[in-house]
T-cell receptor
Framework: DVKVTQSSRYLVKRTGEKVFLECVQD?????MFWYRQDPGLGLRLIYF???????EKGDIPEGYSVSREKKERFSLILESASTNQTSMYLC???????????FGQGTRLTVV | DQQVKQNSPSLSVQEGRISILNCDYT??????FLWYKKYPAEGPTFLIS?????DKNEDGRFTVFLNKSAKHLSLHIVPSQPGDSAVYFC???????????FGSGTKLNVKP
């Protein structure tokens, strides 16, 4: 059974903290993605990576960075968390273009 | 500016009837389209896809229709079941691009 696993289901962090969200996939996929989901806005792409150490900005990269040191792991970093980063964060992976992406279970992050 | 739009935030249908969820896109370069289903506190799961070389794809109770000239796709669920109650997202991508663009979602409620 294919799997994308996010390290936390729920997180509560304070404003200004550095936050790490971890994602691991076991499907040997080249592509990995970080989205955030907000009511009425759907899923918005933050960053994606198409290979180890390669990354590209998505539609809303401000305030975020990413790291992909190994093929199976893709980390999202909030350099200095702010309350407007309170959201559901979803990691996904896919093999090649024009195939479906597989999602993790999501991390509900609350910044207080 | 959203390139994929789902203009109905919610839809309510009686069990056994047909559910029709709609999606519009603006980028004529999109050539691959997907539907995802999402339950609360879970990640989206892939449902069905269609390539732009087709105008219909069927999988059990789920059928996706693509009208390229109108830049419109729809998902038909027949017959609808209470377990189909979830948020449905449509997504689109371009050949040789790794990005998926998602709509804002439609919450389907199937009443017993």
């Amino acid at each position: 059974d294919v799997k994308v696993t996010q390290s936390s289901r729920y997180l509560v962090k304070r404003t200004g903290e550095k936050v790490f969200l971890e994602c691991v996939q076991d499907m040997d996929h080249e592509n990995m993605f970080w989205y955030r989901q907000d009511p009425g806005l759907g899923l918005r792409l933050i960053y994606f990576s198409y290979d180890v150490k390669m990354k590209e900005k998505g539609d809303i990269p401000e305030g975020y960075s990413v790291s992909r040191e190994k093929k199976e792991r893709f980390s999202l970093i909030l350099e200095s968390a702010s309350t407007n980063q309170t959201s559901m964060y979803l990691c996904a992976s896919s093999s090649v273009v024009n195939t479906e992406a597989f999602f993790g279970q999501g991390t509900r992050l609350t910044v207080v | 500016d959203q390139q994929v739009k789902q203009n109905s935030p919610s839809l309510s249908v009686q069990e056994g009837r047909i559910s029709i969820l709609n999606c519009d896109y603006t980028n004529s370069m999109f050539d691959y389209f997907l539907w995802y289903k999402k339950y609360p506190a879970e990640g989206p799961t892939f449902l069905i896809s269609i390539s732009s070389i087709k105008d219909k794809n069927e999988d059990g109770r789920f059928t996706v229709f693509l009208n390229k000239s109108a830049k419109h796709l729809s998902l038909h669920i027949v017959p609808s079941q209470p377990g189909d109650s979830a948020v449905y997202f449509c997504a689109a991508s371009r050949s040789n691009f790794n990005k998926f663009y998602f709509g804002s979602g439609t919450k389907l409620n199937v009443k017993p």
